[in-house]
């Protein structure tokens, strides 16, 4: 089992900066990422990082804008979001997974969330 407790989402206006944060405990994690899902669309992988590597992988649309990050060798996952966009609104969810997978950026790969935290830019 994987406990996941996700902290940090907000209201933000256009182009403002957001620090996303995810405490996890039990089972070792061989992934872990932050993903959203906005009204009426599919969960979507927004970065992701190997926990033992410390390798990050990201969503082309927010490339250059976000910046996940871990502490605690994993215990502890970051997401930096800095020129927020209205399109960035959504529910946030940190996601871990204890498999070993090819494709890290699919939700699939992913077995354990978070019950999520709202972010909403306004523009």
């Known amino acids: 089992q994987v406990l996941l407790v996700e902290s940090g989402g907000g209201s933000v206006q256009a182009g403002g900066s957001l620090r996303l944060s995810c405490v996890a405990s039990g089972y070792a994690r061989t992934y872990m990422g932050w993903f959203r899902q906005a009204p009426g669309k599919e969960r979507e992988a927004v970065a992701t990082?190997?926990?033992?590597?410390?390798?990050?992988f990201y969503a082309d649309s927010v490339k250059g804008r976000f910046t996940i990050s871990q502490d605690n060798a994993g215990s502890t996952l970051n997401l930096t979001m800095n020129n927020l966009k209205p399109e960035d609104t959504a529910m946030y969810y940190c996601g871990a997974s204890t498999r070993f997978a090819a494709d890290i950026l699919n939700t699939q790969t992913y077995n354990y969330w978070g019950l999520g935290t709202q972010v909403t830019v306004s523009s």
């Open positions: 990082i190997a926990v033992r590597a410390g390798r990050p």
